[in-house]
């Protein structure tokens, strides 16, 4: 019989990620599934997109033991405590034309938490689990040109535009049919520790 993986469960100072619960994708569209959110993520997706998305990160974790994690604002009685804002975490690059199978980390956050560092306290906790728990080589990020305050974080986050990975797509951006690639080896996450 197969021994039942434990649940998904991490804490940083002001964040919780975890597993997905059936009480959370409701409010996570609801919050995030907004023109200003998905502005550069291909747009509001309809009732069989959501559908799609859900599946896709649930599979995710059943397959590689790794996902978009939920994303909790800890309750400690400040701006949106505890409640939802978003997800991020760890997935295997899957698009056509990315570095197929490469670990990639993503974000998204609801509009109200854009601003205050917590994209940016999730990212580095992902990136930490990426590096330590799951011995990954590297880890690129995906976003479009128009996207700063996406490639921004990358850039703080230490992750360097690696444009001989960048790809046709006009999934995101059909302006310009391109999704942009930043990257960060262990070596290089060890020396920013």
Known sequence: MAEAMAAFHLETDRLILRDWQER????CFALTNTPAVMRWLGGVLDAEGM?????????YNAEHGHTFW???????????????????GLKKANQQGAPIGDFEIGWRLREDAWGRGYAREAAQAALALAFERFSAPHVI?????????SWG????LGMKRRRDLDFASDEFDPETGRIIVYSIDRDEWRAIG
Do not use: Y
Not at 24 to 27: A, G, V
Not at 143 to 148: F, I, L, W
């Open 24 to 27: 959370d994708w409701e409010p």
């Open 51 to 59: 559908r799609r998305q859900r599946e896709r990160l649930e599979a």
């Open 70 to 88: 939920v994303l909790l604002r800890k309750d400690d009685g400040g701006h949106l405590s505890g409640e939802l804002i978003g997800f991020c």
């Open 141 to 149: 990020a995906l976003t479009v040109e128009g996207n700063e305050p």
């Open 153 to 156: 974080l990358m850039c703080r």
